[in-house]
């Protein structure tokens, strides 16, 4: 009986330690455990075995082979390491000392990384199955990997202002206020997003408009977390509800994906989309989407571009005055082969155009007036102040409106070469230019050079030459173009020497729009064809016109896209290129992300969200007023729109007002193309002046009357045709005028303005718009002001001039008329 009792307390005492084993072997590491890069099959893994913590071989392998000790995810993506990525060969190991500390150490007994808990009194490790490795005292936590987070951030992972993602010289950080960074080499900051911008940069796309209201709340401790289905958000106490800033092109589809965030090698912050057990991941989205934007892509003084057909960016050196740093490896940088300190007084300008060297403010105030300047100047002079200023190096020229000169004067360089990017750069080389081979599908490059004492005449005579040439170059073309059907390398020529758009093939803009399957803002039909919405190889999001109803030739086609490419203004929508094949008519313009104002004035009712401020109103109506006058007095040739009205003024990210589908009247009417537009073609009712009604050809004032209309829209909220309750069936510009006149401005404001911090010094501004628009929409050509007048009106450096009595009964009645 004795004998029995003793025997069923030892078995259930071996079936105790029995069970006590398998939970300490399935859960719970001890100290003095230890794993070996010579055995990289032992692992310590997580109760599900959905991720382990072990040794893992390089990629690419290397021989002898080198390991990183890391927790990767079920497949072998690595989603922490040891140190930073830090290697060991195969006598490495992983040490969870007794003392509670856990190193890396090398064969020799180096410690190569530390945990720094060794006086914490750890007594356990284990390895969860979110993918967080944790050293614990009793059942606290005191340290784990995903409070030292190395280049992930895993769903269920909190990280927080303070932490830091690195890959190489690149960092990812979250500020105190929410926004997102990415840094080069501690200093440069080349992408920051905060809290109120959603990836597409809209804010009212965030769920519940309230919260829009909250962003401008101080944030009091942000953290970012991505959820398991694909959503990166920000959370705060302040915040009602997180504030989301991505979503990855799968989200919510494929629930079994394993995702996370990731600052990549390249320095670009990714969300990534694995399955378990495949060992790879897909980016679904990135911060960064032109990987030539990324700050040091090429390297110091290495130029970024696209080759054509390639979505991967290559680098190359400037020209042969340059060598790569490394043979094997163009993205580390090049390097000059004679010093500018080399050749005092003898070096010459290298001209790149279509290229930019990346311009992003320093952190440190001092490095940033110390390396960057910016003024406005023409291009000759951007070159020329660099190439007289001793501590330059390098300048880019913008020819997208703004003229904006950027001077670099030291430290690093990186350049971005592509054929629709609208600036010219200038390096300092020691002479001789030495070209690079001609590059399939590059941008080319020119150069001219420069001395002191012939600086002058070289620059009198290089323009006469350009002149000459180009006149020639036309002539010759046009002359060519006839006898050849397709004048493509003629044209090429033209386009090198001007600076000219970008002419695409119908496949290439096929394949951008993925078969035109993205139709875009069905309210703009009946203006000349339909855009679809596309992404070109860079990534540059684009919105393609496929035009309707051409009647002219090829050649013609070409040279009027070409003159609305080369008007460029910061209020116009800028028009990329072109494809002109058979009968394919298409026109490439930047997408605008807010689409266009009609949107924002008149459908805000079931939108509250989509209301627009006064200030951003008054700012859109002086922008579309800048970009009418550049199109009418700035113009190298004047363009009259000939249809202007809401549905064509279209809002940017940041809500700059951008003029569109100007040009297009001249571009599709047949015949004479010195003649102004044809009212038959284009015009919009509702919008058109009195005389185009009459069949009168459009002239810069009734883009005038058209834009008065505006005006008054954007002031009022309401189509000027709108027929107002109690005011005896009278349309809102008829009843708004009279309304002007008796000096009741208040009562036209739009009265949704009108309820919140709506001050004197907006009432003003507004009345004086309203009387702006009353000056523009007069009947008569002749009253009405030119642009430049309107815009001088707007800003307030001009007198509104008296607005002529109001119109006799008559007049009135005619107003109607052509109202309708
Ligand atoms: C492992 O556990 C995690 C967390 O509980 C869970 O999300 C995951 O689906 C589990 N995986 C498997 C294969 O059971
Ligand atoms: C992250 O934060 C949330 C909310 O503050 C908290 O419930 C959760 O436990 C945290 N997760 C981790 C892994 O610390
Ligand atoms: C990175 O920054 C350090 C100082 O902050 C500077 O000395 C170094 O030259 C920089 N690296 C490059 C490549 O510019
Ligand atoms: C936060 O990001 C926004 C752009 O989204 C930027 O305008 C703002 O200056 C940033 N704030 C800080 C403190 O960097
Ligand atoms: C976004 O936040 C900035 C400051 O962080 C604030 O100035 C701006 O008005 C906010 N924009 C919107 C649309 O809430
Ligand atoms: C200046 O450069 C040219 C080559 O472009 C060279 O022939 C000439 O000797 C140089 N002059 C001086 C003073 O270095």
């Not at 390089?58 to 927790?71: D, E, G």
């Not at 690195?166 to 080499?185: I, V």
């Not at 995702?259 to 495949?278: K, M, Q």
């Not at 909220?717 to 009278?730: I, K, P, S, Y």
Request: proline letters at 6%; hydrophobic letters at 35%.
């Amino acid at each position: 009986m004795d004998m029995e009792t003793e025997q069923t307390k030892q078995m259930q005492l071996q079936a105790l330690i029995f069970l006590c084993t398998i939970t300490v072997a399935s859960s719970d590491i001890l100290p003095g455990s230890a794993l070996h890069a010579s055995e990289p099959a032992r692992a310590w893994p997580s109760p599900n075995n959905t991720f382990s913590l072990g040794f893992a071989p390089t990629k690419p392998t290397t021989n002898p082979p080198t390991f990183v000790a890391a927790i990767t995810y079920s497949g072998g993506v690595i989603v922490w390491s040891a140190g930073h990525g830090a290697t060991v060969d195969s006598t490495g190991s992983l040490q969870f000392l007794p003392s509670g500390n856990l190193c890396l150490v090398s064969g020799s007994g180096i410690v190569i990384w530390e945990s720094n808990t060794a006086d914490h009194g750890v007594s356990s490790a284990s390895l969860d199955d979110f993918g967080s490795f944790s050293l614990k005292t009793g059942n606290v936590s005191v340290w784990s990997s995903f409070q030292n987070p190395t280049d992930t951030v895993l769903p269920g992972q909190n990280f927080s202002a303070g932490m830091v993602l690195r890959s190489g010289s690149y960092s990812f950080t979250l500020l105190g206020t929410g926004n997102l960074t990415l840094t080069w080499n501690d200093s440069t900051v080349y992408w920051n997003r905060g809290v109120n911008s959603s990836v597409d940069g809209d804010p009212w796309k965030i769920s519940n408009p309230r919260q829009v209201l909250n962003f401008s709340v101080k944030l009091s401790s942000p953290t970012l977390g991505l959820q398991s289905i694909g959503i990166l958000s920000v959370s705060d106490p302040m915040l009602e509800s997180p504030a989301i800033m991505a979503y990855s092109s799968d989200y919510v589809e494929g629930r079994d994906m394993f995702r996370f965030l990731r600052l990549n090698g390249d320095g670009n912050l990714g969300i990534y989309s694995s399955a378990r057990g495949s060992g790879t991941a897909t980016m679904t989205w990135a911060a960064v989407p032109d990987r030539c934007q990324l700050f040091g892509y090429c390297g110091h003084m290495g130029i970024c571009y696209y080759s054509e057909y390639d979505y991967e960016p290559s680098c190359e050196c400037p020209s042969k005055n340059f060598e790569p740093v490394d043979e094997n490896d163009s993205r580390k940088g090049c390097k000059r082969k004679v010093e500018i300190r080399d050749c005092p007084g003898n070096y010459t300008m290298l001209e790149l155009n279509h290229t930019q060297f990346l311009q992003f403010p320093a952190q440190d105030p001092a490095e940033a007036s110390g390396s960057q300047e910016v003024f406005a100047a023409s291009s000759s002079s951007c070159q020329m102040h660099c190439f007289g200023s001793n501590s330059c190096v390098a300048s880019t020229s913008m020819n997208d409106g703004t003229r904006h000169c950027y001077i670099k004067s030291l430290g690093f360089l990186g350049g971005y070469s592509a054929l629709m990017l609208p600036s010219t750069s200038y390096l300092k080389v020691c002479g001789p230019v030495l070209w690079n081979s001609p590059n399939n599908g590059k941008t080319k490059s020119n150069y001219s050079r420069l001395s002191v004492s012939v600086l002058i005449l070289l620059v009198l005579a290089s323009l006469l030459g350009f002149l000459m040439f180009q006149g020639g170059l036309w002539l010759w073309c046009r002359g060519n173009g006839a006898k050849f059907g397709r004048p493509l390398p003629c044209y090429a020529l033209l386009e090198y020497a001007s600076s000219m758009p970008v002419q695409f093939s119908f496949k290439e803009i096929r394949r951008s729009t993925n078969g035109f399957k993205d139709r875009i803002g069905a309210a703009a039909a009946g203006g000349f064809g339909v855009y679809y919405k596309g992404t070109l190889t860079n990534g540059t999001v684009i919105a393609v016109k496929r035009l309707e109803g051409i009647e002219r030739g090829e050649k013609e086609f070409r040279v009027e896209a070409t003159k609305i490419c080369c008007t460029h203004h910061l209020n116009l929508v800028r028009l990329i290129g072109f494809c002109s094949e058979r009968t394919n008519r298409l026109l490439v313009h930047e997408f605008m992300k807010n689409g266009s104002l009609d949107s924002f004035l008149f459908t805000a009712k079931e939108n509250p969200g989509k209301l627009l401020s006064w200030n951003k109103r008054f700012a859109i109506a002086i922008g579309v007023a800048r970009g009418i006058r550049y199109l009418h007095e700035e113009c190298q040739e004047p363009v009259i729109h000939g249809d202007i009205k809401p549905e064509n003024i279209l809002l940017d990210e940041s809500y700059n007002a951008r003029v569109s589908d100007f040009g297009l009247a001249k571009l599709l009417s047949p015949g004479d193309n010195t003649g102004p537009a044809s009212p038959s073609i284009g015009g919009t009712g509702g919008y058109l002046a009195p005389e185009q009604l009459a069949n009168q050809p459009a002239t810069p004032k009734s883009d005038v009357y058209s834009f008065g209309l505006v005006l008054l829209e954007t002031v009022g909220g309401r189509r000027n045709f709108e027929v107002l309750a109690g005011t005896d069936g009278r349309k809102f510009s008829e009843w708004a005028r009279e309304e002007h006149g008796k000096g009741n401005a208040r009562g036209i404001i739009d009265e949704r303005l009108l309820e919140d911090d709506w001050n004197a010094a907006d009432f003003d501004q507004a009345r004086r718009v309203v009387a702006v628009s009353f000056r523009c929409a007069q009947e008569q050509p002749s009253l009405r002001p030119r642009m430049g007048r309107v815009v001088q009106m707007l800003e307030g450096a001009m007198e509104v001039e008296r607005p002529p009595p109001p119109p006799s009964p008559k007049s009135a009645d005619e107003l109607c008329l052509f109202l309708t």
